[in-house]
């Protein structure tokens, strides 16, 4: 017995047997786990589970012909069933919540609220489960978009322009009672205090009645983009120009641009007071000869803007006109004197010439006496 075990096979094969009952202990533990493992899972899948959820009621009915009031827009829904069914419920929410009118003619009916494409292994209530509505002829009018505002929020001086709406008509459908009674669709603009800048907002549409409160109607759009233009009013002054410093002595300043009038903008009540033309002062100090100055337009009390903001003035420079006529009345007096010594010269000849005249008549005498 003893050689038995001092053989090294033997050792060996023990060796392969243990290891061999480790194997199937092993397998057998996890092959438990996995079995006890699925099953939980499937007892929690099967396990029942409840979910409330907010549902959009969908309405069946021809559009074209009538107008449906009364339902309310959203409704729960209660669905209970397997937590696997529940969940590809709410996830894939390929069920609707509706109600089926197709078979109802005008007037005021309770209807009740149905439910497809849901599970059929899944169990589900509604609430409310029915809904009373009112089925009206549908009437389709198309009204132009006006605006609304407080004029008194504009701020004092200012003009308010044409506002300009997009787009500028709207779709007004509804039951045929409710359209006929609408006047008007407005855009209310919520200006600010002393609203000074153009407005440009996208307002919601209101349907209103003749004594202005809103119809219950559908509009198409709801929205319209509105652009209330807000400005000064304005008005052109022709420019003139006036020496400002006094320059060089001797010299004398004139004033030409290419720009002969502006565009004042300013509040009404300060336009009123102003004329015609705007004087531009030029300064001249430190100019000494001919040359080209950029001049910013003076703004007086109340204006606003002038456009354009500064202009560009030629400035042209001459030797004054003082000077030249002082040389030209010392010209003039040597011009007198020339004249006065050439008429003397010219009465002096004359005499002489009368002179030898008579000497020469005094001759001719004398020899017919002889």
């Known amino acids: 017995m003893k050689d038995f075990f001092d053989r090294p096979w033997v050792y060996r094969v023990i060796a392969l047997g243990l290891a061999v009952l480790l194997f199937i202990y092993v397998q057998n533990n996890s092959l438990g ?4 493992n699925n099953m939980n899972q499937e007892q929690t899948a099967a396990a029942d589970t409840k979910i409330t959820m ?8 021809d559009t074209d012909k009538y107008f449906v009031t009364g339902y309310p827009e959203k409704v729960d829904i209660t669905i209970e069933g397997s937590k696997s069914l529940v969940a590809a419920a709410k996830n894939t929410n390929n069920f609707r919540v509706y109600i089926d009118l197709r078979d109802l003619k005008t ?3 309770t209807v009740k609220i149905k439910v497809s494409g849901l599970n059929k292994s899944l169990k589900y209530s509604i609430k409310p489960d029915t809904t009373k509505v009112k089925i009206q002829t549908r009437s389709d009018r198309t009204f132009p978009i006006q605006t609304k505002y407080n004029s008194n929020r504009i701020a004092d001086g200012y003009l308010v ?13 509804g039951a045929k009672t409710e359209v006929a009674q609408v006047k008007q669709v407005v855009a209310q603009l919520d200006l600010s205090a002393n609203a000074n800048s153009t407005y440009q907002q996208e307002v919601l549409l209101q349907a209103l009645d003749k004594d202005g409160k809103t119809v219950d109607v559908l509009l198409t759009p709801q929205t319209a983009h509105v652009k209330l233009p807000i400005y000064l009013p304005s008005k052109k002054m022709k420019v003139v120009f006036k020496q400002s410093g006094t320059g060089t002595s001797s010299k004398t300043y004139s004033f030409s641009s290419s720009v002969t009038e502006v565009t004042v903008s300013a509040p009404q009540n300060v336009l009123a007071g102003l004329s015609s033309t705007l004087t531009v002062p030029v300064n001249v100090n430190g100019i000494s000869s001919t040359t080209q100055k950029t001049i910013t337009i003076p703004k007086s009390t109340g204006i606003v803007d002038v456009d354009p903001a500064a202009i560009s003035v030629n400035i042209t420079v001459s030797q004054d006109n003082d000077n030249d006529t002082t040389t030209s009345s010392s010209s003039s007096s040597s011009s007198s004197s020339s004249s006065s010594g050439s008429d003397n010269e010219t009465t ?3 005499t002489s010439s009368e002179d030898s005249s008579s000497s020469s008549s005094s001759s001719s005498s004398s020899s017919a006496e002889d």
């Open 54 to 61: 907010k549902e959009s009621l969908q309405v069946e009915v």
């Open 33 to 36: 786990s996995t079995v006890s």
């Open 161 to 173: 322009g044409t506002p300009e709406i997009s787009p500028e008509t709207v779709r007004v459908s």
């Open 107 to 109: 007037g005021t009916h």
């Open 348 to 350: 002096d000849s004359t």
